[in-house]
Each structure stands twice: as C-alpha cells, then as structure tokens.
C-alpha cells in the first residue's frame, strides 16, 4: 500500500499563494488517480481536485476552478496543487488520497 507525506501548507495572505507537495512511497504510486481533500475547521471533507494517472485528465471543485492546478510527476513520486490568488475560505487541512491511502495532510492558513 502507498503511503503519503504532504508538504507546503502555511500562513498566507489573502491573493497570496502556495504549492502542496504529495510525495508517495511504494511502486504503485502511478497505478490509478489521485485526489486533494481538504477539511476546514468544524466541517467536514470536502473533495477539492482530482487527476487521473497518467496526469492528462484533471477535475476541480467549482470554488477552485481558475485558481487551482493540480499535476503529478510520477517518475518523481510526487501530486501537487498550486494555489493561487487563495482565499480565506481555503483555510483547511488538505489531504492527498489514492484509494484507501491518506496523508497525513497539510494546514493551509488564509488570513491577512
């Protein structure tokens, strides 16, 4: 099973930006899609992006449509999300996941 660590997540003014980083253990990291999820305080999760796995095919939520970009470079391992212009309602704990597979996710903190 692939295992996950997430990196990138911090403290950013609004219209600010950020690049999370998934960085996946194991030979299957390639075999089938991937998703950012994100959870923001009190709430529950909120599916923000997915892609397919050979990273031609990408989906995002309506609220991220524009500022979001996810990619994957799979001889590196590794999904990220690019943020831009983020918003305060961005603030949440953002997660890779692959199946059944999760990191242990990232803060991402929006306030000026």
């Known amino acids: 099973q692939v295992q996950f660590v997430e990196s990138g997540g911090g403290l950013v003014q609004p219209g600010g930006s950020l690049r999370l980083s998934c960085a996946g253990s194991?030979?299957?990291?390639?075999?089938?899609?991937m998703s950012w999820v994100r959870q923001a305080p009190e709430k529950g999760l909120e599916w923000v992006s997915s892609?397919?796995?050979?990273?031609?095919?990408?989906t995002y939520m309506d609220s991220v449509k524009g500022r979001f970009t996810i990619s994957r470079d799979n001889a590196k391992n590794t999904m990220y999300l690019q943020m831009n212009n983020l918003k305060p309602e961005d603030t949440a704990v953002y997660y890779c996941n692959m199946g059944g597979s999760w990191g242990q996710g990232t803060q991402v903190t929006v306030s000026s």
């Open positions: 194991g030979s299957t990291f390639s075999s089938d899609a």
């Open positions: 892609i397919n796995k050979g990273g031609s095919l990408t």
